[in-house]
């Protein structure tokens, strides 16, 4: 059952793409759907770019403050996800982008971060000086 599912899900949007774009380009808007896919793509190759590196500078700060932040791997999971399907031609498939982009993440998961265990070595702050 599970198997068949996936594959009307796998067989069912392709086509369900197809028959969008072939009804949106039927009315003589042809130039406009492709300037659509084109531009789509683009975009979506830039937010792939863009979720690479704020993946990076998010942990990091993330990690500066002795902490690991799982809301910047949701974030960047989102924003791949949205950059996938941008890259894949058709209007259904950007406008579930636009609905990953759009929709703010969750409270709890944004809140919810790890601390790191509090270090158990001995930190002795004080002045050198060395005297010839």
């Known amino acids: 059952m599970k198997r068949l599912l996936l594959l009307s899900i796998l067989l069912g949007f392709p086509l369900l793409e197809a028959t969008v774009l072939v009804r949106l380009s039927s009315g003589g808007h042809a130039w406009w759907v492709v300037a659509w896919c084109v531009l789509a793509a683009c975009a979506g190759v830039a937010l792939l770019k863009e979720a690479r590196f704020a993946l990076v500078a998010r942990l990091a700060a993330a990690f500066s403050e002795g902490r ?65």
């Open 68 to 132: 690991f932040n799982i809301a910047a791997l949701v974030e960047s999971a989102r924003t791949v996800l949205a950059g996938l399907l941008l890259i894949f031609p058709g209007v259904v498939s950007d406008f579930i982008a636009l609905t990953l982009l759009l929709l703010p993440i969750p409270r709890p998961i944004v809140e919810r971060s790890t601390p790191y265990p509090p270090s158990r070595a001995t930190i002795i702050d004080g002045e050198f000086r060395r005297s010839r």
